[in-house]
């Protein structure tokens, strides 16, 4: 999913969307990315559906993007209300819980079922699990919403930096091994040095001891993504509907980690100490960035999922010439420096390794809203992102990482390698990653926790009053989270509460 996009404030389409009124024969489908734009899908439904003598000869589609900011607080009255609806709308997996909590959503399960071209269960089983389950509705058991997308995520790290620090232990990869130099590396780092929170820390300080202009992480919101420590962590509520105790102690060996890492100045941090997005935090993933004052730093690794190996690394890469020199590109190029530049190759010097935990960043649910007029319309639309084994294979060329299996089988057998990861095959390291996450322990809070406690992390780790210590900054969250989500509060046994 191109949601960097978003990220990096790329223009998206200004619509109005207060009182807006429907046309008769229109489909109306809202996103909060341009990704349905951009890869085709609008105009492949358009292309197929619409055109003279198809199922829906004349009809017009309307695509809206809605920032993702706005996105919730517009899409939400418009589906209780029905007031220039959406027939066909995204969003990502909370979104989805809050749409299916509200009854906003068609039975998916029951329109696939009704359709005799397609075999329901032979379907299912395609679909990587985690988004099958994902998508389930607790009410009533059915499928409400499904991604055509997976988007697990990894720690991308250059590989020469990686043998330089670790080179010498016990059972670090020689280029005499096999073919596979990058993917063995990997395995090492991610076996010996990404496996604990507390090891990532350690990792830390040895990369800044063996060269004190390097860094293993840009910042420590890096591990943001490894909060929970391991693959079994706990819910953020318990089985009573309440916050969990379990999962607060889980995050404190997080917040311990936060703090380790942080430093005021770069100097004093065992990260580089530059803010995710910024220039400095993309120079980082080329050759090297510079500081305020002119130092010049190299940071080593990067957590990002499927897409950000395509849309953020790749694009950013140190690159280089037939001799093996790194390219550079001056700020206003001639048409030649552009030319040489782009006939470069990428260095091939980095590996792709696993965390504490397995994680996702993304990942967006095509939805189809209960009282649509439009149902078979947007069905239809639905069925093509998702069903369309053909149109999907054509659209992974994009070297995204897609939900179905049987689609990835076949990308993979032809699949001859990453020249960014040295031809290390990204499906598999990701798919693999895909298998392991879960999504029993998920619910509609986790995006705000997640946000309200990672408040009283920085406030940890910065020192700050009310959050100075352990029990300051713990007791701080459980009175904002009284306050804010009284329904969930839990009056004792929580760690540190007063």
Known sequence: MKKVLLFLSVVVLAVSLAGCGKKENKLVIWSFTDELETQGDIQYFKDNFTQEGQKYEGMEV?????PTDDYLSKVMPALRTGDGAPDVFTGELDMVQNFMEAGYLANLEELMKADED??????????????WESAVDPEDGNLKALS???TPGAIFFKTDMATAVWGDETGFPTESDDGNYNQNISDWVSANKFNSLDN????SQEVKDYDSSWRLFPNDDAIRFFSRGSDDASSWLAADGKISADRLEEQEIYMEAVKGLYGESIADSLT???GEWSGEWFGGIGENFEDAEGNTYQTMAYTLPTWGLFYVIAPNVEKVDASGETCSLPENP????QEDFDNCDPKGNWGMGSGPNSYYWGGTYLNIRKDSEMKDAAYDFVSSMLFDTERMTARAENGDV??????????MAEYEGNPVLGGMNHYQTFLAEAEKISFDNVTKYDRQLDNLFGQYVTAYKKGESGAETLAEAFNSFYNELETTYNEIYRESGLPYQE
């Open 62 to 66: 309307e695509f809206v993007i809605v």
């Open 118 to 131: 397609l075999d329901f269960t032979a379907t299912k089983n395609d679909f990587q699990s985690y988004i």
């Open 148 to 150: 055509w997308q997976v």
């Open 200 to 203: 990532l820390v350690v990792a």
């Open 272 to 274: 580089a100490n530059i």
């Open 334 to 337: 001639t048409d030649q420096e």
């Open 402 to 411: 897609y939900s179905r299996i049987s689609v990835m089988n076949e990308v």
